[in-house]
Protein backbone atom coordinates (compact mmCIF):
# COMPACT_ATOMS: atom_id res chain seq x y z
CA UNK A 1 0.00 0.00 0.00
CA UNK A 2 2.37 2.60 1.11
CA UNK A 3 6.56 2.27 -0.41
CA UNK A 4 9.10 5.15 1.45
CA UNK A 5 12.61 4.38 0.19
CA UNK A 6 13.52 7.70 2.09
CA UNK A 7 11.35 6.70 5.03
CA UNK A 8 12.88 3.34 5.54
CA UNK A 9 16.46 4.96 4.56
CA UNK A 10 16.47 7.29 7.80
CA UNK A 11 13.88 5.12 10.01
CA UNK A 12 15.04 1.81 9.20
CA UNK A 13 13.99 0.72 12.68
CA UNK A 14 10.12 2.05 12.24
CA UNK A 15 9.59 -0.10 8.97
CA UNK A 16 8.90 -3.51 10.91
CA UNK A 17 7.51 -1.80 13.64
CA UNK A 18 4.19 -0.17 12.33
CA UNK A 19 0.92 -2.05 12.09
CA UNK A 20 -2.62 -0.88 10.53
CA UNK A 21 -5.52 -1.64 11.75
CA UNK A 22 -9.08 -0.33 10.99
CA UNK A 23 -10.86 1.06 13.63
CA UNK A 24 -13.40 -1.28 15.52
CA UNK A 25 -15.66 1.57 15.31
CA UNK A 26 -16.73 3.45 12.10
CA UNK A 27 -17.70 6.64 13.82
CA UNK A 28 -13.57 6.85 15.42
CA UNK A 29 -10.89 9.35 14.30
CA UNK A 30 -7.89 7.91 12.76
CA UNK A 31 -5.45 7.58 15.27
CA UNK A 32 -2.02 5.93 16.26
CA UNK A 33 -0.74 4.45 19.43
CA UNK A 34 2.82 2.82 20.54
CA UNK A 35 2.47 -0.84 22.44
CA UNK A 36 4.44 -1.81 25.35
CA UNK A 37 6.80 -3.41 23.55
CA UNK A 38 7.99 -0.68 20.98
CA UNK A 39 5.38 -1.35 18.06
CA UNK A 40 2.91 1.61 16.44
CA UNK A 41 -0.22 0.80 15.92
CA UNK A 42 -2.19 3.12 13.14
CA UNK A 43 -6.00 3.19 12.61
CA UNK A 44 -7.44 4.21 9.33
CA UNK A 45 -10.75 3.79 7.79
CA UNK A 46 -9.64 1.06 4.52
CA UNK A 47 -13.90 0.06 3.73
CA UNK A 48 -16.14 2.63 5.16
CA UNK A 49 -18.02 1.96 1.84
CA UNK A 50 -16.98 -1.39 1.18
CA UNK A 51 -14.78 -0.50 -1.80
CA UNK A 52 -10.94 -0.38 -0.66
CA UNK A 53 -9.68 -0.09 -4.09
CA UNK A 54 -11.79 3.60 -5.05
CA UNK A 55 -10.08 4.64 -2.05
CA UNK A 56 -6.54 3.75 -1.96
CA UNK A 57 -5.43 7.63 -2.73
CA UNK A 58 -7.28 8.43 0.90
CA UNK A 59 -5.72 5.82 2.34
CA UNK A 60 -2.59 6.57 1.32
CA UNK A 61 -2.99 10.13 2.85
CA UNK A 62 -4.47 9.15 6.00
CA UNK A 63 -0.92 6.31 6.71
CA UNK A 64 1.51 9.56 5.49
CA UNK A 65 -0.10 11.38 8.07
CA UNK A 66 -0.97 9.70 10.73
CA UNK A 67 3.41 8.26 10.27
CA UNK A 68 3.98 12.00 10.71
CA UNK A 69 2.61 11.91 13.90
CA UNK A 70 5.13 9.15 14.81
CA UNK A 71 8.14 10.60 13.42
CA UNK A 72 6.99 14.08 15.40
CA UNK A 73 7.08 12.33 17.87
CA UNK A 74 10.39 10.41 17.72
CA UNK A 75 11.71 14.38 16.46
CA UNK A 76 10.90 15.84 19.48
CA UNK A 77 8.34 18.32 16.96
CA UNK A 78 5.12 17.61 18.87
CA UNK A 79 3.59 15.44 21.26
CA UNK A 80 1.07 13.10 20.38
Do not use: C, W
Amino acid sequence: MLKHPEFEQYYPDLADKVKFYEPQDKKQEEFVTITDNGFYEIFIHVLPSGRAFSRIPQIKSSLLHETQHILQGREYFSKY
